[in-house]
């Protein structure tokens, strides 16, 4: 499945848009984005109002996180 996003924030990146639509980065994830989108890597930044696609089957599902308890 792939769903688009269209870019409404000036100086936005690949990395960070992938942020804020995943609030996570996973490994590999950005550059399926430029698969998916060729022509996007022409720019620094992504020109507002573009839209791009973004994987979604693809996404690993993170390693639990161990909880650290500073007092008991």
């Known amino acids: 499945?792939?769903?688009e996003e269209?870019?409404?924030t000036e100086g936005m990146t690949v990395s960070q848009l992938v942020w804020a639509?995943?609030?996570r980065k996973p490994d590999g994830?950005?550059?399926k984005v430029f698969?998916?989108?060729p022509?996007?890597?022409a720019h620094v930044t992504i020109p507002v109002g573009t839209v791009v696609k973004l994987p979604v089957e693809e996404l690993p599902a993170d390693a639990p996180e161990t909880v650290v308890r500073l007092w008991d």
């Open 6 to 8: 269209t870019v409404r």
């Open 1 to 3: 499945m792939i769903i």
């Open 29 to 31: 994830y950005v550059e």
């Open 21 to 23: 639509f995943l609030k």
């Open 35 to 37: 698969d998916l989108n």
């Open 39 to 41: 022509g996007i890597a």
